[in-house]
């Protein structure tokens, strides 16, 4: 089994950053991506960002590009996620999760393991 747990989240004012960060532990996983999805109270959850090994560049859904960087440290076993320029629609509880690279790393039925969330909300 894979434990993830997010940290990060808080409330910040629009313009503002958070660095949310994403520990794995348990059994070690080979070829796999770790991703970040978000949800929104009524919304469905939504791909954020993905990254398939540490020193990549990772890949963004549109709304977030040129403001969020998702990183992985393979030695702390940590994927974050640096929000820049956060704005009130960016509000959500973030997810993180962990996903073969066999499969689609941007599709929500890819992710084997989930993290439990952490609150993200943006005041305008």
């Known amino acids: 089994q894979v434990q993830l747990v997010e940290s990060g989240g808080g409330l910040v004012q629009a313009g503002g950053s958070l660095r949310l960060s994403c520990r794995a532990s348990?059994?070690?996983?080979?070829?796999?991506?770790m991703g970040w999805f978000r949800q929104a109270p009524g919304k469905e959850r939504e791909f954020v960002a993905a990254?398939?090994?540490?020193?990549?560049?990772?890949y963004y859904t549109d709304s977030v590009k040129g403001r969020f960087t998702i990183s992985r440290d393979n030695a702390k076993n940590t994927v974050y996620l640096q929000m820049n320029s956060l704005k009130p629609e960016d509000t959500a509880v973030y997810y993180c999760?962990?996903?073969?690279?066999?499969?689609?790393?941007?599709?929500?039925?890819?992710?084997?393991?989930w993290g439990q969330g952490t609150q993200v909300t943006v005041s305008s």
């Open positions: 999760g962990v996903a073969p690279w066999a499969r689609s790393s941007s599709l929500q039925s890819s992710y084997d393991y």
């Open positions: 348990g059994r070690t996983l080979s070829a796999y991506s």
């Open positions: 990254i398939r090994r540490s020193g990549d560049s990772g």
